[in-house]
């Protein structure tokens, strides 16, 4: 959170070091029973802490109109203090112009630190989008060098958080040593646990790996070495397929996704015309109307997949032959369901919104709702709060790292 140390009295002054070193019960101890608004902010920061992320922004907002107008510098790390805030809270339509407006603020002031804390909130809530050329370009201004430890801490944690989104295992894996060692360090026990928490997702199955009939669970490093090997991957997970760095995106179109999907998990053998319409069409029995346009549909991705593979009718159905590939092999989620895509974001232990899950998904909030709603019947899923205020959580799917292969929104694959 934003540091508020300045010249003022031996209580505040406590309070603030021991918010920095972790310690939310002990700076309440010194300004539970003050209004003044250097101790609102402090309480502030310390039911953020706490968890309680409801008071914790209702505070920093009395916070922020109790400074007074020469008071800028003050007001600005409140700012700072509430998008953290709303970041932990997962409100993704947090205002970016007023955060920016603050960080320019520090800035001019000299308060490098918590201009760099603004900067890292802007850079977590674009990598939690999925906008990772944005959060790449934002994090790359930044040196983390002359920052004290909690600071590069964050910044490895960023580091670390992209590389693990562009499937670089290697700099992901190296970025979380430093950040451990900085979170070290810094001795704040909440920032070890973020650290340990990145290290657990980066060792845990990210995918699952459907060849001739078999399956297996991957870790990101196996991930990323079947991407770069002669294999023709069918991607469910970001509804693609791809071979040796080519890509064909196929996320807006279901049917072609499933047709390649359903060719890829029976190669090397056909797929029968049945069991193409069951799965591609959901018809229950096969008429000549399926027939014809399955004929079209395949058409249609032999068209697509034209630099990768090519998709020849036999005397039952149809077959999958790559171009160059050795092999063709699909990759899937650890866990499949209608809602996956949901559950996953979800599954980060984290409370969200349905307009936040509707903007990281890309998808209309009616649409994200209804899933929400269809996981709440099914115990899947819990809220809390009404309107507005309703958050949607669950527990961690445990040994599964969940959203690692979800870096962007998947309608922009």
Request: charged residues 25%.
């Amino acid at each position: 959170m934003a540091g508020f140390i300045q010249t003022m009295d031996s209580l505040i002054v406590a309070a603030a070091r021991a918010l920095a070193a972790g310690d939310p019960l002990g700076a309440l101890n010194r300004v539970a029973l003050r209004d003044d608004a250097h101790a609102l902010a402090l309480r502030g920061i310390a039911m953020a802490q706490l968890g309680d992320l409801v008071r914790a922004k209702a505070l920093m907002r009395l916070a922020a109109r109790a400074f007074g107008p020469k008071e800028a510098v003050a007001r600005a790390r409140c700012v700072v203090a509430e998008a953290e805030i709303a970041l932990a809270s997962r409100d993704l339509g947090w205002p970016a112009k007023t955060l920016d407006g603050a960080r320019a603020t520090l800035e001019a002031h000299g308060d490098r630190v918590n201009a760099a804390h603004a900067r890292y909130l802007e850079v977590r809530r674009l990598l939690l989008m999925g906008r990772l050329d944005d959060a790449e370009h934002k994090l790359a201004a930044l040196d983390p060098a002359p920052f004290p430890p909690a600071s590069r801490a964050a910044h490895e944690l960023v580091v670390a958080g992209i590389a693990m989104r562009r499937l670089r295992a290697k700099p992901a894996r190296a970025a979380l040593i430093r950040a451990g060692r900085a979170a070290r360090h810094a001795g704040i026990p909440a920032l070890m646990a973020e650290v340990d928490s990145a290290s657990r997702m980066l060792d845990a199955p990210a995918a699952r790996l459907i060849a001739q009939g078999e399956e297996r669970l991957l870790v990101l490093e196996e991930v990323e070495a079947l991407l770069e090997s002669k294999a023709l991957v069918v991607d469910a997970c970001r509804y693609v397929v791809c071979d040796a760095g080519a890509k064909v995106p196929l996320a807006t179109r279901p049917v072609l996704f499933t047709l390649a999907r359903t060719l890829a998990e029976a190669w090397p053998d056909d797929v029968s015309r049945e069991t193409l319409v069951a799965r591609a069409f959901r018809a229950r029995a096969a008429d000549e109307s399926h027939r014809a346009r399955l004929r079209v549909e395949a058409g249609r991705l032999r068209t697509a997949l034209r630099d990768l593979a090519d998709v020849r009718a036999t005397k039952r159905g149809f077959v999958l032959v790559p171009h160059r590939a050795q092999e063709v092999v699909v990759l899937a989620r650890p866990v499949e369901e209608p809602h996956a895509t949901v559950l996953a974001f979800l599954a980060d232990g984290e409370s969200w919104s349905s307009s936040a899950l509707a903007l990281v998904l890309g998808a209309s909030q009616r649409t994200v709702q209804r899933s929400l709603d269809a996981l709440s019947a099914t115990g899947k899923v819990q809220s809390s709060g009404r309107g507005r205020a309703r958050r949607w959580m669950t527990p961690p799917m445990p040994g599964f790292a969940t959203t690692l292969l979800l870096p962007v929104p998947l309608s922009n694959v």
